[in-house]
Nanobody, 124 residues
């Protein structure tokens, strides 16, 4: 069975750090990524990692604070989030796809499989 299993998240205070993990089973996807959706907002791509180690994407809002790390041997992807802000409270989703999108024009439709989501709440 092909699926993504997320872990991590929860409640953190502003400025603190937390880490999310996602394990992909049943298929080795070329792209693993983290999206987030805040209440009343559209889903946005936070970070993406291709199987090719030189391909990484970060949303401008998280550059320098978040790090995506892919363990090819274990088929997992992690997201280390530092310096979290209250406005980053959202449900974070792991997603898997087969194609790397150039130019940063990512769309949820570029991903074939989604995790169930994990809530990250950042208190002020």
């Amino acid at each position: 069975q092909v699926q993504l299993d997320e872990s991590g998240g929860g409640l953190v205070h502003s400025g603190e750090s937390t880490r999310l993990s996602c394990a992909a089973s049943g298929h080795n996807f070329y792209v693993l990524a983290w999206w987030r959706q805040a209440p009343g907002k559209e889903r946005e791509l936070v970070a993406a990692a291709a199987y090719k180690e030189s391909l990484r994407y970060y949303a401008d809002s998280v550059k320098g604070r978040f790090t995506i790390a892919r363990d090819k041997g274990k088929n997992t992807v992690g997201l280390q989030m530092n310096g979290l802000k209250p406005e980053e409270t959202a449900v974070y989703y792991c997603a898997a796809g087969t194609t790397w999108v150039t130019g940063g024009a990512w769309d949820p439709k570029d991903f074939d499989l989604w995790g169930q989501g994990t809530l990250v709440t950042v208190s002020s």
